[in-house]
């Protein structure tokens, strides 16, 4: 010690060796992370063949660990030289396969059991044995008195802690194969774990990451070493997480626990896989940490250009599942429209007009076909609603969901939805032959459509009957159906086919239709309720069957603070539907609340151009109304 201008200097120095031996046997806090690291100490020393094996002898668990290595050379120096690994001085002669650096890996055994006993052969050829024990500073070494002695190591931990004993084969392999998941492979090392408790055997394979592998990563670049990145696209978000690993071993599981990576896109459960980075330096006692110097923090500035490649691609990949999310929202609420329009009076509810391109048909002599398309669209005519435009895909590729709902419906029943079908189509559609699973089945369900309606005194009305195969095939033959009048007044013509006519009394009343329908041993009924009264509800010209085209897309538009949920655009048609409302916000938790919540918006905007000149009385009628009979069909 050395005194200069009255300050005192000098080296550190260790007070209580043997204090210091016991808290670095104790700073393993992972008993896995500790048969690791005997599993390891066997594949540094050259072995093909690993073998773990738990049991319980004399009421008493082990778990010994055999390997077919070099073993060990010198027993005295390893129980003499903690801290002081000779794989240190192999690293700097060059030899990079090896992990282990600062001998203190045997003394993790005191997480595991009480008794560690090694068994090896020295250069010699003689089998000789070291035990060390749990909180004794004593080391025992003796020969072992066999003839030939065998190749390796066998290490032996007994009796186990009361808290390990629980560790299951299974816990085990899985841990080794992510642990030494590239040590594994490299090494070609095979690891089998024994269980005798269980009478098991398992082989301890690489992990292999089941997602989509991402290619094109920019190559992240450090001045202290190579960094290998190997990441994927996660299968299951839950339990996705990147790995950083050193020379192949685990030494994070979740990099993000770290808090420079506590960010997206590291912590967003939607990536997997590994970071390699042999350069850093860990911290000694667990081997489970990183120390966060300089060269730390060029390893984080390197994997920046990753990390700004991730972020857009899971941007990226954001936007594609919430457009699938949207045409699939869509088409259900599609759907539940359709099936309503079946209940409600036809000439009621008209389809909003979409934006649709026009039909391709053949030019007539001296007549282009683009002329052609342009008078038929002027007409309110040859326009099919499942052919959206570019432009309202680009707006929001929803707009395209509606097209699966309707394409399975046949003629008859489009028909009665009001929809135009191009005569060529129809012409083609009988000429193409059906497919086996086309011809509908036997009958399921019965309907009447309407199934809801209001009159006048004294005027008609007509119904249809829709009969549907378990699958929901239209059945257009074979049924025989029968109407009558079951309660109200009123008149029914046409009571013996699949269309009868209803022609209200004078007076206002509320009638019920009752439909039957036979086919072979089967009969359904089914009924439709006609409320007649002296007022109606009038709707807006121009609202005819020849605007009927189906629904049209939406899309969102962010309006905080605003007090409106949804708008519809005419010009576009398309819907607005404002995101940052707080009922958007609220139902958007739910999955099926969403559904319902769009699907109102919908209704919403449907009876406002259906009924643009009606009060707020009757508007809020319709609303109750349509709302009802489609939110019985969403699903």
């Not at 931990?157 to 642990?179: C, D, T, V, W, Y």
């Not at 309606?453 to 004294?458: L, R």
């Amino acid at each position: 010690m050395s005194r200069t201008d009255g300050a005192e200097a000098g080296k550190l120095k260790i007070g209580d060796h043997w204090n210091v031996i016991s808290i670095i046997a104790l700073s393993q806090n992972n008993p896995l992370k500790a048969v690791a690291e005997f599993v390891e100490n066997s594949i540094d020393a050259s072995a093909r063949n690993v073998a773990i094996i738990r049991g319980k002898q004399k009421n008493e668990y082990y778990l010994r660990i055999t390997d077919d290595g070099c073993g060990i050379q010198d027993f005295r120096y390893v129980a003499t030289h903690i801290g002081d690994s000779i794989k240190r001085k192999l690293k700097v002669q060059g030899s990079g396969d090896i992990q282990g650096e600062f001998g203190i890996g045997l003394l993790s055994f005191w997480t595991i059991g009480e008794t560690l006993t090694l068994t090896s052969a020295g250069k010699d050829g003689v089998a000789r044995t070291m035990q060390l024990v749990k909180g004794n500073p004593s080391y025992a070494i003796r020969e072992t008195g066999m003839l030939f002695a065998r190749p390796g190591t066998e290490l032996l931990i007994h009796p186990l802690l009361p808290g390990i004993r629980s560790i299951s084969a299974e816990k085990i392999q899985n841990f080794l194969a992510s642990e030494l998941r590239d040590r594994i492979a490299r090494s070609g090392v095979h690891i089998a774990i024994i269980d005798h408790t269980t009478r098991r055997e398992l082989v301890v394979e690489p992990r292999k990451f089941r997602g989509r592998l991402i290619h094109q990563l920019p190559e992240a670049r450090c001045p202290f070493g190579e960094i290998y990145v190997e990441l994927y696209l996660a299968e299951s978000p839950q339990e996705a997480a990147v790995g950083l690993y050193k020379h192949g071993t685990r030494v994070i599981a979740d990099i993000s626990r770290l808090e420079r990576f506590a960010r997206s896109p590291w912590d967003s459960r939607c990536i997997e896989g590994i970071i390699d980075a042999s350069f850093l330096q860990l911290t000694p006692g667990t081997r489970d940490g990183i120390v966060q110097d300089e060269v730390y923090d060029s390893f984080c500035v390197a994997l920046e250009p990753v990390e700004e490649a991730l972020g857009a691609l899971l941007e990226e990949q954001k936007r594609a599942l919430e457009e699938e999310a949207s045409r699939q929202l869509l088409n259900r609420v599609t759907r539940a429209f359709r099936e309503a329009f079946l209940y409600l009076p036809e000439e009621d509810y008209s389809w909003l007009a979409a934006r649709v391109r026009e039909p391709r048909r053949a030019p007539s002599a001296g007549t282009s076909s683009q002329s052609g398309a342009g008078e038929a669209s002027a007409n309110g005519e040859g326009s099919d609603y499942r052919e959206s435009s570019s432009r309202t895909e680009e707006q929001n590729p929803a707009t395209h969901a509606s097209e699966s709902s309707s394409d399975s419906l046949g003629d008859s029943e489009n028909a009665a939805l009001g929809e135009y079908i191009p005569e060529p189509n129809r012409q083609q559609s009988k000429t193409v032959q059906k497919s086996f699973f086309e011809f509908a089945g036997p009958l399921h369900k019965l309907m009447i459509s309407p199934s809801s309606s209001v009159i006048g005194t004294s005027e008609r009305r007509k119904f249809k009957a829709i009969a549907r195969d378990r699958a929901g095939r239209l059945i257009d033959s074979g049924i025989d159906f029968a109407w009558h009048l079951s309660e109200g007044g009123g008149a029914l013509d046409g009571i013996n086919s699949p269309y009868a006519e209803y022609i209200a009394p004078e007076e206002p009343c509320v009638a019920t239709i009752e439909l039957r329908a036979s086919q072979g041993d089967i009969t359904l009924t089914a009924t439709a309720i006609i409320t007649v009264t002296a007022e109606l509800i009038k709707r807006a010209s121009g609202t005819g069957s020849a605007q009927r085209r189906g629904l049209p897309g939406y899309t969102y538009k962010k309006a905080p603070g605003e007090l409106w949920r949804s708008r519809y655009d005419a010009e576009n048609a398309i819907i607005l539907i404002n995101n940052a409302h707080a009922d958007f916000i609220h139902a958007s938790r739910q999955p099926m609340t969403k559904l319902r919540y769009i699907a109102r918006l919908f209704a919403k905007e449907l009876v406002l151009a259906n009924f643009p000149e009606a009060s707020r009385e009757e508007i809020l009628e319709r609303l109750v109304e349509l709302t009802l009979y489609t939110e019985e069909n969403l699903k």
